[in-house]
């Protein structure tokens, strides 16, 4: 799905905004959400960013006694390529730790001395560490209540006016960028702030998804497509694994026979966990397909798809189905090749976790 795109896509989390009603009950956001956040803290990348901390309004809206609060909202500038008055491109940073968009948005960087333009990066509330209550924002609606693309784009519009007025280049254009929930941003952003944006470059950014205007299967399509696109054969075998799954879960010793074809660290409780795991690999995989060697949600190797479709195809296919996406899904989950078994209900709940969650399911009818 990203094959001539660089820019970074989560397209899937922002599906869960709109299709949560008509996702299956399986749907591992969860799985997702940690995914990031693991990552971004155990190997922080290395970017070519200076960071600085706002201080930003708590509420942008309101005059209630709280709303005059401030926290520290993180930002990244690159000043490398910048001549004064030249354009400020920013990134409107979605769910998630800033730097690891930093490192995964190379486009803007490549295309920076050609503008001569000076590049920031600023971090969503509630995630990363622009944190409003610090460790307690996840408390409660009291205070994951500011947590809504609203004030989020109000956070963007006095932080870039403060920023170009510090930097006495009040006349720069301004070009905001974003990906996924951050395109969506982005694009929002140039709607609702024209006086501050110039233009918007929204990437895999589903605002239509909303209100019906497309279907909500369209991604799941899209998904099917690149397997279909890489061999018949390995859309035809995923397709068919969920059966066998299915069939296993009637079975006396299923729930075993699943535990050791995954090489689960421990035994399952639920087959269920053994769906969600292959979902993830392959719908995350799809969503970074990119054509060279990435770590976005995972370390894997250039077009990716195509890898995992390779070993489904190679696989005899006496073995069964069960077997061959576990091979592939392992792709995913071992590209390190450093894993000694698989944590399939690895439920330990990544801080931030709950934002996305909180986020996608309580503001899915106003998120604008
Ligand atoms: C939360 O933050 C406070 C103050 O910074 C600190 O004392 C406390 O240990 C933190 N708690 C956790 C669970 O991190
Ligand atoms: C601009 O300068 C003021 C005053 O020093 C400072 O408080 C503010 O944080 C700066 N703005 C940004 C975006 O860094
Ligand atoms: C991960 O890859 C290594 C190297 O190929 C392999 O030895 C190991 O068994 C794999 N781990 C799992 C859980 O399959
Ligand atoms: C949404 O808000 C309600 C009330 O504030 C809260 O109880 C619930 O847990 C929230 N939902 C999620 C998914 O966090």
């Not at 693991?38 to 809206?61: E, G, N, R, S, V």
């Not at 399509?221 to 890489?230: F, I, L, M, T």
Request: a neutral charge; proline letters at 5%.
């Amino acid at each position: 799905m990203a094959s001539s795109s660089s820019f970074l896509l989560l397209l899937f989390s922002v599906i869960s905004l709109t299709a949560i009603e008509s996702m299956p009950a399986y749907f591992p956001g969860a799985i997702y959400q940690s995914s990031p956040h693991k990552q971004a803290k155990t190997t922080k990348p290395k970017i070519p960013y200076k960071t600085h901390y706002f201080p930003q309004l708590l509420d942008h809206f309101t005059f209630q006694p709280k709303s005059s609060k401030t926290f520290y909202q993180k930002y990244l500038v690159n000043n490398q390529y910048w001549h004064k008055g030249a354009p400020i491109f920013v990134y409107t940073g979605n769910e998630g730790d800033i730097d690891w968009f930093a490192a995964n948005t190379g486009f803007m960087l490549d295309i920076a001395p050609k503008f001569h333009a000076l590049l920031v990066f600023i971090e969503h509330r509630f995630y990363g560490e622009s944190l409003p209550f610090g460790n307690k924002s996840y408390k409660s609606a009291r205070t994951l209540g500011y947590l809504n693309s609203q004030q989020a784009l109000a956070d963007y519009a006095v932080l870039i006016r403060s920023l170009k007025k510090n930097l006495s280049s009040e006349t720069s254009p301004v070009v905001v960028f974003g990906g996924s929930y951050g395109g969506m941003l982005a694009a929002w952003f140039r709607l609702k702030y024209p006086h501050i944006a110039i233009g918007a470059l929204a990437s895999s950014a589903p605002i239509l998804q909303f209100d019906g205007i497309t279907p909500w299967s369209s991604f799941y399509d899209a998904v099917s497509q690149d397997y279909k696109d890489a061999s018949l054969n390995c859309y035809e075998v995923i397709r068919g694994c969920w059966a066998e799954l299915d069939e296993l879960s009637t079975q006396k010793e299923g729930l075993a026979e699943v535990s050791r074809t995954f090489k689960t660290c421990k035994n399952l409780r639920s087959i269920y966990s053994a769906r969600d795991w292959l979902w993830s690999a392959f719908v995350y995989t799809a969503m970074v397909n990119y054509p060279m060697e990435a770590n976005f949600m995972m370390p894997l190797p250039a077009y990716p798809v195509e890898e995992m479709c390779k070993i489904i195809d190679g696989l005899s296919p006496e073995t069964t189905k069960l077997s061959r996406v576990f091979a592939a899904a392992s792709l995913y989950y071992n590209y390190s090749q450093t894993e000694k078994c698989f944590k399939l209900e690895d439920d330990t709940d990544a801080h931030g976790l709950h934002g996305w969650d909180w986020q996608v399911k309580n503001s899915s009818a106003n998120v604008q």
